[in-house]
């Protein structure tokens, strides 16, 4: 069982920079993302990475948030910057996944963390 710790949420205004962490327990994965999801929405998949595929960024975050994997694959880095109010929602982190699956679907994820939230405020 991986076990996926966050961090680095908070309140921020609208323009404001947070950056998000995101550790697993295990020595290193296939695969590592961030999901959000706010009160009465589905979760949704804001930026994934794959060992195998690469990067996978939604278009509502792209060229604003950006993720920095390591190597081995245990931590991801979250940078988000020019956040605006509709980012405000509790993120989660996933790992570990089929290594012939990609992109930004939650369910190819087998694991996942509690949660940190962002609110950004006007």
């Known amino acids: 069982q991986v076990r996926l710790v966050e961090s680095g949420g908070g309140s921020v205004q609208v323009g404001g920079s947070l950056r998000l962490t995101c550790t697993a327990s295990s020595g290193g994965t296939n695969c590592m993302g961030w999901f959000r999801q706010a009160p009465g929405k589905e979760r949704e998949g804001v930026v994934t990475y794959f060992t195998r595929y690469g990067t996978y960024v939604a278009d509502s975050v792209k060229g604003r948030f950006t993720v920095s994997p390591n190597n081995p694959l245990n931590s991801l880095y979250l940078q988000m910057t020019n956040l605006k109010p509709e980012d405000t929602a509790m993120y989660y982190c996933?790992?570990?996944?089929?290594?012939?699956?990609?992109?930004?679907?939650?369910?190819?994820?087998?694991?996942w963390g509690q949660g940190t939230q962002v609110t950004v405020s006007s």
């Open positions: 996933a790992a570990d996944c089929d290594p012939n699956n990609s992109g930004l679907n939650a369910a190819i994820f087998k694991h």
